[in-house]
């Protein structure tokens, strides 16, 4: 059986076409006299949405980038809201978009750079930071390190006139989640008349599960660095997570795949063999546990990926032998047990058709490398089920 390298080749050209592309949605822009201007914002990372945003009107396919302080802020519907803000970080002053979480009482804010979350709460016309950094403390001589948990501090500040809400403070996380959720909370202890307002899209990890099946083809060596080959189903579903806070291009999976393969080669009759055909036989199962990322390139109903992953393996029953034939009566048998655990690395392109927001299809082409079966190649065809 051949590899199937036409698909990754028809893969690598969509990629290539679509790389050129843009994730431009729907959203408008509010300048900074607060009118509002429709039309298509590019989605980028948080850290990208952060410094720039890019734009093309209803009526124009020109793009406009704007930087913090053009424009009062911008906003991708059904999805994120930015506005334009000075902040401090370790004493530098710098000109971003922050993330709008939600308004109210209280506005809070999302900012985060080089890996490092920093929120702001804006209250009263000032806009004061929440910080959790890591410190040094000494005691009985010995340096340690821990969290200087000064966002507790500057909670019970600014709250200090809800009760309610402070009795829960000290319990509060430095998170994403936990702050919004204390954050409404306060609005809702000392505003009764009014709603607060969450610009979030949501705070759940989007779950997708994915079944497929497929056909395989190995290669394997037998005692003699012969190569051998084997081909067969392939059976398997995934679990995929999508962050909330992530770029909504990447993701994350684990899953299940199971497989069994057989390979076998005979050897010619040999004076050390007593004149005797050997057969060289190996049965492989194969139940595969992957931990691994996906990139999908930005698209409306096609969408390339690209996914790597680290491979949990588990060979249940699995075996070699070595038998030797003579006028077809065997006369010898040499049976060997695989160790019941390895791993292999993979790569996958694929590309999915999707037929609505909770729902695709795709077909994929993975490529996978181990100390057992040298290398393994699988094209297969499944649907994607978002299940929250």
Request: charged fraction near 20%; charge should be neutral.
């Amino acid at each position: 059986m051949k590899s199937f390298l036409f698909f990754p080749t028809l893969i690598v050209l969509i990629s290539a076409e679509c790389f050129g592309q843009n994730d431009f949605r729907p959203g408008y822009i509010v300048t900074n006299n607060l009118d509002t201007i429709h039309g298509a914002i590019n989605l980028k990372s948080n850290v990208r949405n952060s410094k720039s945003c890019e734009f093309k009107g209803d009526k124009s396919d020109e793009r406009k980038l704007f930087l913090p302080g053009d424009i009062y802020g911008y906003r991708i519907e059904n999805y994120k809201f930015y506005v334009s803000r000075q902040i401090e970080i370790n004493g530098a002053k710098r000109s971003v978009f922050l993330e709008y979480l939600i308004k109210g009482i209280v506005d809070l804010f999302y900012y985060i750079d080089s890996g490092d979350e920093y929120y702001f709460i804006y209250r009263d016309g000032v806009l004061y930071p929440l910080t959790n950094n890591q410190i040094q403390v000494t005691l009985n001589d010995k340096v340690f390190e821990q969290r200087s948990n000064s966002y507790v501090g500057m909670l019970k500040t600014l709250f200090k006139d809800s009760p309610e809400t402070l009795k829960d403070v000290e319990k509060v996380s430095f998170g994403y989640e936990p702050l919004i959720r204390i954050s409404k909370e306060y609005h809702n202890n000392v505003c009764k008349s009014q709603d607060c307002i969450d610009f979030t899209h949501s705070t759940k990890i989007k779950i997708v599960l994915e079944p497929y099946i497929g056909y395989y083809n190995s290669w394997d060596r037998d005692v003699r660095e012969s190569t051998l080959r084997a081909s067969g189903r392939y059976y398997a579903v995934n679990v995929r997570f999508l962050p909330f806070r992530i770029h909504s291009v990447w993701s994350f999976y684990t899953g299940i795949a199971y497989y069994q393969q057989y390979f076998h080669h005979d050897f010619p009759p040999e004076l050390l063999t007593q004149n005797a055909v050997t057969r060289f036989e190996s049965f492989v199962n194969t139940i595969q546990i992957p931990f691994g990322a996906e990139y999908t390139f930005p698209g409306k109903r096609f969408q390339p990926y690209l996914a790597l992953s680290y491979n949990s393996q588990f060979y249940p029953k699995s075996y070699w032998q070595i038998t030797d034939f003579l006028s077809d009566v065997r006369i010898d048998v040499y049976q060997y047990g695989y160790k019941i655990y390895d791993f292999c690395l993979s790569a996958d392109l694929g590309l999915k058709y999707n037929l609505n927001k909770n729902h695709y299809l795709f077909l994929r082409n993975k490529m996978e490398y181990n100390p057992t079966t040298i290398f393994t190649e699988v094209l297969s065809f499944g649907a994607g089920f978002n299940i929250n």
